[in-house]
Structures are given as structure tokens and as C-alpha cells.
């Protein structure tokens, strides 16, 4: 049986526990810092489900790797480090694997999304621009899933060329993709994307209910990395394009 690492001990790390418990995954254990983690007793079959903050993750992705132990990890904000972990994966023959997002439904939105968006990208009528809510504690704003939503966009929609997040003052420019963000309430997290012209407007959205979805995709994919025989750098899109085919 997979042993998994819960490293993180936050609102999706309680949601993690509370969804192994659910699923009678009962060989797992909680880690709630680095020097816990450095006196971790690693299994063979161990893998950790990391859900921290940056820049303190890089830390563990170096001491996991260092350790050979396979890392599926949903921190966001270290984009700026990802050539630095490619090439310590490398170095390990590690296993690592990213999601923005674990939820299968996001994922679904993602391919809904970006279809919408090539239809639109011929229709310059359209204005488009994007906004995202959570509850006060989230860590970062734009969310990861925000910055994932928005570059979909400016991928498909050539007119739109950067993506410009939090309070403008002042007129926005066309040519700007605005995606703005809200902190308040109990939102577990809610995006959407308007396709906004003259005479009516089309509105893509995706509303998590709960941290499930999240929970649940996270573990997916620590099952399947610990089960990989193959070493490397993977996001969840090469887990999504595997099982959903």
C-alpha cells in the first residue's frame, strides 16, 4: 500500500487527511514543517502530497529529491524557479509532479475555455477579461488557476498580448487581458471569464462547492506517480491524458 506524506498542514492538507480517510487509504502521516520532514522515516513505496507556501517549498522539493522521494505538489508561486527543479529531477532521476489545480473539473473547463476562446479570437467585437474569488486566507492572489486561466487565453486571443491582475486606475488598454480577484466570504474558489460585446455577453465559469475535488485529484495523482517506473518532471496533464483516454 502507497504510503502518503502529507506535507503541509493547511486547509487543503486537512482536506487531503479528511479525503484518505474517506477512501479507507489509511497508511498516511502528517508533516507540518521542514524539520519534520528531514527526520521523516521514508518507505519504499512513499510519497508526498506537498501543500505549503513559497518560497519555503523549494526547500522541500530540494530535500525530496535529494531522497529520492516521488513529490506531487500544489504550491504555487515559484514559477520563476521551475528550469531549478527540472534540472534537480534530472540530477536525482526524481519523480515530481505540478498541478495549479487538481480538480478534474477545472481541467474540463481549462479544454471548454480555450475551444471558446479560438472561436472568439475571430470575433474582435468581443471584449474578454476574467475574475476570481476566494476566501480571505488564500495565500496568493492572482490564484494559480487565475494565472492558468488567463494565459489559456492570451495563448488563443492574439489581440489580447499581456495579462494585467489587481486595482487599475485609469483606462485599461485593449490590447491588456484584466483578471481581476476578490477576497471575502467562505468561497472555496469560483472563475470566470466574460466574452463581453455589444449586444450580449457569454460567461464561462467554474464554481468549486467544496475542497474535495481538489483533495481527491491530488491523491489520483500521487497513486499514479508512485505507481510511474519512469523518472521526470510531470504535470497533471500528462496524468489527466493517460487515465481519461
Known amino acids: ?42 518507505e519504499k513505496n ?4 506537498e501543500f ?20 506531487v505538489t500544489g504550491t504555487t508561486g515559484w514559477d520563476d524557479h521551475e528550469d531549478e527543479i527540472k534540472s534537480l529531477v534530472q540530477q536525482h532521476k526524481g519523480r515530481f509532479l505540478y498541478a495549479a489545480n487538481f480538480s478534474i ?3 474540463l473547463f481549462w479544454a471548454t475555455l480555450e475551444k471558446a476562446a479560438q472561436l472568439f479570437n475571430a470575433q474582435d467585437k468581443y471584449d474578454v477579461y476574467g475574475h476570481e474569488v476566494h476566501h ?46 476578490s477576497r471575502g466570504g467562505y468561497q472555496f474558489g469560483e472563475h ?23 483533495a481527491n485529484g491530488a491523491i489520483d495523482c500521487a497513486l499514479w506517480l508512485e505507481r510511474k517506473n519512469h523518472d521526470g518532471y510531470y504535470t497533471i496533464n500528462n496524468y489527466l491524458k493517460e487515465v481519461l483516454t
Open 105 to 107: 473539473g477545472v481541467h
Open 192 to 214: 470566470s471569464v466574460m466574452f463581453d460585446g455589444p449586444d450580449d455577453m457569454i460567461t464561462l465559469t467554474h464554481h468549486a462547492k467544496n475542497r474535495d475535488g481538489f
Open 46 to 49: 512513499s510519497v508526498v502530497i
Open 136 to 181: 480571505p486566507m488564500k495565500a496568493d492572489s492572482p490564484s494559480g488557476t487565475a494565472v492558468k486561466t488567463a494565459q489559456i487565453l492570451l495563448d488563443n486571443i492574439t489581440r489580447k498580448k499581456k495579462q494585467v491582475s489587481g486595482d487599475v486606475s485609469g483606462p485599461v488598454p485593449k490590447e491588456d487581458l484584466h483578471f481581476s480577484a
Open 52 to 71: 505549503t507556501r513559497a518560497p519555503q517549498c523549494m526547500e522541500n522539493y530540494k530535500f525530496l529529491m535529494q531522497k529520492n522521494v516521488p513529490v
Open 1 to 42: 500500500m502507497t504510503h502518503i506524506i502529507i506535507l503541509g498542514y493547511g486547509k487543503m492538507g486537512q482536506a487531503i487527511e479528511s479525503a484518505c480517510l474517506s477512501r479507507a487509504l489509511d497508511k498516511y502521516q502528517i508533516i507540518k514543517s521542514l524539520d519534520e520532514l528531514q527526520t521523516c522515516e521514508f
